[in-house]
């Protein structure tokens, strides 16, 4: 058979489709009128001005002028990848969800990206990446939109806009583009020190990751799970990819960021246009629904917080593989709207203030982004179950709808039943206790430890990825304009470790603050690239 035509990306050319636009070989107006030229205006003479009424010229530049949407706020820069997710049946026990199910296959598709930096920033830059899935299961789309590190900077969504504002370029010089070396960024995280151990993590080798096809991904907050006979589990969500995780070094980072600014984008596309199709395996800490929602003095509640592996082992529960290429970026990887709030039956958020506040901003910034409330009829959007809302009209409306009665129930468009019966598997909010008082704005005190996670993870360093991380801070906490910015992240430092603090002084040209008296913790060797690659199934 003659080879399919394909563009020199490999993707097979839209043409082929039916789709709204590109349908038949002719040239044609919005409106499907031919086209004889559109190569010239319709002009007064050959050399006279040009026409108002030129509806062609009129309607080809306006459509172009308007073909630029807003970047995403954060993660603003990504590449994406369809795939499918099969389920090993190991969750069955603890989750009705059913594409965790024995032998589902579920369709997905994952959106790496890093944070901080513009559309078109680098992507070697030290960062964290994002990882999103987008479980298109047959009981509703189910979003797992997590990042590579395991923490988040801070415990409550409110501050969420301040993190951001402190990361993203000054104001006044918009710089730096898409690295963290800056005195806002470090003005942040050491006057709010519950950030301490997100940075950490990425001034680590994990910042700087070789491939997003080596890389972690995490949940990060604590989610609830139902299984079939009603019982609850808190989980933690983990990706662990088959290939290891690995990193850059800081050089080559700096180098290939010059010589080649899509380094992330062009590996996952050509690996998988090679046939390397990048393999993680999802697994799962669970831990028991207790009344505190604490572990072993570990606020289950705070996202600043991990569970070491060593003390709840990760249990393997199915496996992802990207197995082909968006065709157009824009109309995949652009407009696809993740949102930790698009849950199935048998996975439900938990009381994790960061995670609350998720669950209003997603859909909001979307409204703007995508123009309008109508992004989930976009192709890439679409729920793959069955829809049937009550949702009606808007900008970019694109479905038309019948009957006259958007109400349940109604005596004039049939009246299906307002809810589903219990037999119909449908999506139930666990009732969950809360507090006898409420309306407070205060953390509690279990999320006031900020130090002793930071040194675990530095204790569970190799000499080498200690090395790194030294010359991490001290690149770019050297960048910084004020000195007392400088000296205010060192005194944190000195709070996590005294070798690491007198490391970044010493390259730093100042004198290191004297550590406290620190308690003692016990490494966790999963924390280390090195000695935590994740062994493969057999
Ligand atoms: C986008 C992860 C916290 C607001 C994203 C994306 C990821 C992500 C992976 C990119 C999704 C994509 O590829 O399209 C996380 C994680 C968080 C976190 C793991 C903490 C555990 C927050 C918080 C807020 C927030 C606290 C706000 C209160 C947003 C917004 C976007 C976004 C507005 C852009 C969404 C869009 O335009 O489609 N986040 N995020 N995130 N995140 Fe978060």
């Given at each position: 058979a003659a080879a399919e035509p394909r563009t020199p990306t490999g993707a097979v050319p839209?043409?082929?489709?039916?789709?709204t636009a590109q349908q038949g070989e002719r040239l044609t107006t919005s409106q499907g009128a031919r086209l004889r030229d559109t190569d010239h205006s319709l002009r007064a003479g050959a050399r006279g001005p040009v026409l108002l009424q030129d509806h062609h010229l009129r309607e080809k530049i306006t459509h172009f002028d308007h073909e630029r949407i807003p970047e995403r706020?954060?993660?603003?820069r990504g590449a994406a990848a369809h795939g499918v997710f099969e389920s090993f049946g190991t969750a069955a026990s603890v989750t009705c969800a059913d594409f965790l199910a024995p032998g589902r296959r579920t369709e997905v598709f994952t959106r790496f990206s890093t944070v901080v930096g513009s559309r078109g920033s680098m992507d070697t830059a030290r960062d964290t990446r994002g990882f999103a899935t987008k479980f298109y299961t047959d009981e509703g789309t189910f979003d797992l939109v997590g990042n590579n590190i395991p923490v988040f900077f801070i415990q409550d969504a409110i501050k969420f806009p301040d993190v951001i504002h402190a990361a993203?370029?000054?104001?006044?010089?918009?710089?730096?583009?898409?690295?963290?070396?800056?005195d806002t960024f470090w003005d942040f995280v050491s006057l709010h020190t519950e950030a301490q151990h997100h940075t950490i993590w990425f001034m680590a080798d994990r910042g700087i990751p070789r491939s997003f096809r080596m890389m972690e991904g995490f949940g990060i907050h604590t989610f609830r799970l139902t299984n079939a006979d009603g019982e609850t589990s808190l989980v933690k969500f983990h990706w662990k990819p088959l290939l290891g995780v690995h990193s850059l070094t800081w050089e080559e980072a700096q180098m290939i960021g010059g010589t080649d600014p899509d380094f992330h984008r062009r590996d996952l596309a050509d690996a998988i246009e090679a046939g390397a199709y990048p393999q993680w395996e999802l697994g799962l800490q669970v831990l028991p629904d207790d009344p505190e929602q604490m572990f072993d003095g570990i606020d289950l509640l705070d996202p600043t917080k991990i569970i070491p592996e060593e003390l709840v082992p990760v249990q393997r529960v199915g496996r992802l593989t990207l197995d082909h290429n968006p065709r157009n970026y824009f109309a995949e990887t652009e407009q696809v709207a993740f949102h930790p709030g698009n849950l199935v039956p048998g996975i439900d958020v938990t009381d994790d203030p960061l995670l609350q506040g998720r669950l209003f901003s997603y859909l909001d910034t979307q409204i703007t982004r995508l123009g309008g409330p109508n992004f989930a009829q976009l192709p890439i959007n679409r729920a793959h179950a069955p829809v049937n809302d009550m949702l009606r009209d808007g900008y970019g409306q694109q479905a038309d709808h019948a009957g006259?009665?958007?109400?349940?129930?109604?005596?004039?468009?049939?009246?299906?039943?307002?809810t589903a019966g219990a037999d119909e598997h449908a999506f139930e909010d666990l009732p969950v206790r809360v507090a006898e008082s409420v309306r407070e704005r205060r953390n509690p005190e279990s999320f006031s430890d900020h130090f002793t996670q930071p040194r675990m993870f530095w204790a569970s360093m190799t000499d080498v990825e200690k090395a790194h991380i030294v010359s991490a801070y001290a690149f770019e906490l050297g960048r910084c304009y004020e000195t007392t910015i400088r000296e205010r992240q060192l005194a944190c430092l000195a709070q996590i470790d005294p070798e690491l603090c007198r490391g970044v002084a010493e390259a730093l040209g100042l004198p290191a603050p004297k550590s406290p008296d620190l308690p003692d913790v016990t490494p966790s060797p999963?924390?280390?690239?090195v000695g935590g690659t994740w062994p493969v199934a057999g």
């Open positions: 839209s043409a082929d489709d039916a789709t706020v954060v993660h603003a993203k370029p000054h104001p006044d010089r918009e710089i730096p583009q898409a690295q963290s070396a800056h006259v009665a958007p109400y349940r129930p109604n005596s004039l468009d049939g009246g299906c039943p307002f999963a924390l280390s690239q």
